[in-house]
Nanobody
Framework: QVQLVESGGGLVQPGGSLRLSCAAS????????MAWYRQAPGKERELVAG???????NYVDSVKGRFTISRDNAKNTVYLQMNSLKPEDTAVYYC??????????????WGQGTLVTVSS
């Protein structure tokens, strides 16, 4: 089994910054894609940013230029640096990882979610 533990959420004023972290642990052979999703009240979960094992990234249009995803493969950790935060960024943010537990078997894992509230 694999566990994803997130940290870094909280309350921030509009225009402020937060950095989310997500550390994977457990039965890990290697990690393929890591990503951050978010779900606002009354809305569907959406992909915010993703990063491949090689470092390729993609972002939802609404966060381009404001958010940066990165990962430390040695620590099995993914980060989301969020700058110029807006009230519409308020949501529960979930970490996602596609993990190989051995060379032949992979599975999807999710963190428990961390709340980000952008409000004055």
């Amino acid at each position: 089994q694999v566990q994803l533990v997130e940290s870094g959420g909280g309350l921030v004023q509009p225009g402020g910054s937060l950095r989310l972290s997500c550390a994977a642990s457990g039965s890990i052979f290697c990690i393929n894609v890591m990503a951050w999703y978010r779900q606002a009240p009354g809305k569907e979960r959406e992909l915010v940013a993703g990063i491949s094992s090689g470092g390729s990234t993609n972002y939802v249009d609404s966060v381009k230029g404001r958010f940066t995803i990165s990962r430390d493969n040695a620590k099995n950790t993914v980060y989301l640096q969020m700058n110029s935060l807006k009230p519409e960024d308020t949501a529960v943010y979930y970490c996602y990882a596609n993990v190989y537990s051995n060379p032949w078997y992979k599975n999807d894992y999710w963190g428990q979610g961390t709340l980000v509230t952008v409000s004055s």
